[in-house]
């Protein structure tokens, strides 16, 4: 089994467009719903999602783990198996420089998941 983590693909994430029509709009296939599912199921435990805010709006667009663990009142490997979550749902990039790792917000990625919620004004209740 390969150690490296499932990168999450539906369309080119350099591209302005959606990865697919909101679900306000039209039902999700199984397919995509199966692809989609592990983003949004990691995203699903506070502790991640804390993570995933921390590195998405870090300032230099990346953040050392150096910089992640302090701010929760977790062990370190606690705060790894979340980012390695994180990472195997294809919503964050890693690079180990030395004995750090540094993480990174796929941001096309994050575009696609947003673009899947949206909800048109006119839809809202």
Known sequence: MSKQPAVLTLTDLNAAEPC????????IPAETAAVLAPAFKALGDPVRLQLMSMIASAPD??????????????????ISHHLKTLREAGLVDADRRGTWVYYRARTGVLRQLAGLLTVAESTVA
């Open 20 to 27: 697919c029509t909101p679900i306000a709009e039209q039902r």
């Open 61 to 78: 667009g990346e953040i050392c783990v150096c910089d992640l663990t302090p701010a929760f009142g977790l062990s370190g490997p606690t």
